[in-house]
Structures are given as C-alpha cells and as structure tokens.
C-alpha cells in the first residue's frame, strides 16, 4: 500500500530551485529548523520534496522569512513553548 504525500493546506511555503540543488535546499531547511530548536522530516515523490517542519511557535515567522529570504544557517536558543508545523514544498525550477 501507498500512502499519500502528507500535505497541511494552503499556509505551505514553496521554494523553487535548480534540481541538481533540491538536495542541498531540503538539508538548508532542515538545519533552520533544527538551528531555532524545532526539527523537520520530509517525502520525496521524484518531482518535488515536500518538508514538514516543526518549530517553536515563537520563532515560526523567524523560519518562514529565513526559509523565504534564502538564509543558510540561524542558531537561536530553543524554546520550550507550544511548536508550530509549517509545510514547505521544494519544487526544481522550469
């Protein structure tokens, strides 16, 4: 049995980069996420990568405009309040 790709809605951020680089993008996202103290897992379908990243809820704009803006690497004290889930979808560019 398959199962679906898992997906959380609309609030997904979407990253698009070369295809030799998705590799390279998904281990960025996932060094922000666990740099603010969260962590992250993702699925490759063979198109495009899908990463579900789980922060602290007080840094989540910190790791959606980092995610967005392209920054390599943040370090920041973990925090132990309730963690927010953010989708972010990696796509190769066209």
């Given at each position: 049995t398959v199962l679906p790709t898992p997906?959380?809605?609309?609030?997904a951020?979407?990253?698009?980069?070369?295809?030799?680089?998705?590799?390279s993008e998904l281990q960025r996202i996932v060094r922000l996420a666990e740099g603010l103290g969260g962590s992250a897992s993702?699925?490759?379908?063979g198109k495009t990568v899908r990463v579900v990243a789980n922060v602290p809820g007080s840094t989540e704009t910190l790791f959606?405009?980092?995610v967005s803006r392209?920054?390599?690497d943040l370090n920041s004290a973990?925090?132990?309040g309730p963690m927010s889930v953010v989708?972010?979808?990696i796509k190769p560019k066209k």
């Open positions: 997906t959380l809605g609309t609030d951020l979407v990253v698009s980069c070369k295809m030799e680089e998705l590799e993702s699925w490759n379908d959606r405009e980092s392209g920054v390599y973990g925090d132990a989708e972010v979808l």
